[in-house]
């Protein structure tokens, strides 16, 4: 299900056409659809088995569809696309490993190569130029497993960043955050897309820690997808064909709840699916 409408246009970096995956007799993806284009950002927003992490491993080439294509600046992706940038999902580090966040960094320069990297005047100044991009200049030389879930978050999306792809991909970055270290970063992968015009697609159980920033919605649920402007998805009628039945969206103190039935009968249903997202 798609509400992007006729405005879907070849100039996206990424377009996800008509994707559906099934694993064992079971259908996880059905006819996704849907595009990111430079300087936007985009959320993708869903439950616990709504379908996210697999579609992301569609994205990035490690889950094959079972129907549809993505295409990657028009073409179909390669295993070794540098145009993509990726955060996985949360990460343990070791306080006492002895790799410094600049190192970690670094990695986004190095880690497909054979070999010891060579020290360079050019490469560091590439990795200072990543620490300032997301404002962590002043941890660069700490390790990186003693910093705090916002720090490391911050150092990861530099690693990503430092091989200048035109798409992130962000898989639950805001999971394990406080409100205020999971805004932070929120904004700052917001300026990022608009400072270097690149797109932005991140992974998110709730859309409202987003809508301050967010520029088109990529709604799952049960494997389906509508997408769009935030204000042309999230309402009663697209959400109630998505889900298969009726549901509610209202506002209350500025958060949008997505219930089933009215909020007067029902109030937030047991479904997890179904609660302020």
């Known amino acids: 299900m798609d509400s992007t409408g006729p405005d879907a246009t070849s100039s996206e970096l990424l377009e996800v056409e008509g994707v559906s995956v099934s694993l064992s007799g079971r259908r996880i993806l059905d006819d996704v659809t849907f595009g990111v284009r430079a300087g936007e950002f985009t959320g993708l927003i869903g439950s616990n088995g709504a379908g996210k992490t697999t579609l992301l491993r569609v994205i990035l080439g490690l889950q094959r569809p079972t129907a549809g294509r993505v295409l990657v600046l028009g ?7 540098r145009s993509m940038g990726y955060v996985p999902q949360k990460i343990m580090l070791d306080p006492d490993m002895p790799l410094r966040a600049r190192d970690l960094v670094a990695l986004g320069i190095d ?30 030389d700490a390790r990186v497993g003693t910093l705090s879930g916002g720090e ?12 200048r792809p035109q798409l992130l991909l962000l898989d ?11 805004q932070e970063v929120v904004t700052l992968l917001d300026r990022i897309a608009e400072e270097q015009h690149i797109g932005v697609l991140l992974s998110a159980h709730e859309m409202n820690p987003l809508l301050p920033v967010m520029d088109r919605i990529v709604y799952l649920a049960g494997g389906r997808a509508a997408s769009g402007p935030t204000d042309q998805v999230v309402r009663d009628e697209v959400l109630s064909a998505l889900y298969g039945y009726e549901v509610h969206v209202h506002t209350l103190h500025g ?10 009968e ?12």
């Open 255 to 264: 958060r949008i709840l997505v219930v089933a039935g009215p909020m007067e």
């Open 172 to 182: 639950e970055p805001l999971a394990n955050l406080d409100l205020k270290s999971g």
């Open 152 to 163: 490391q978050q911050r150092v990861l999306i530099a690693h990503a960043l430092i091989g």
């Open 75 to 81: 073409a179909p992706r390669s295993h070794r696309n």
């Open 111 to 140: 880690g497909n190569r054979f070999g010891i990297p060579t020290p360079s005047r050019q490469r560091r100044e590439a990795v200072d130029e990543m620490l300032h991009a997301v404002d962590a200049e002043g941890f660069g």
């Open 266 to 277: 029902s109030g937030l249903p047991p479904d997890p699916s179904l609660k302020a997202v």
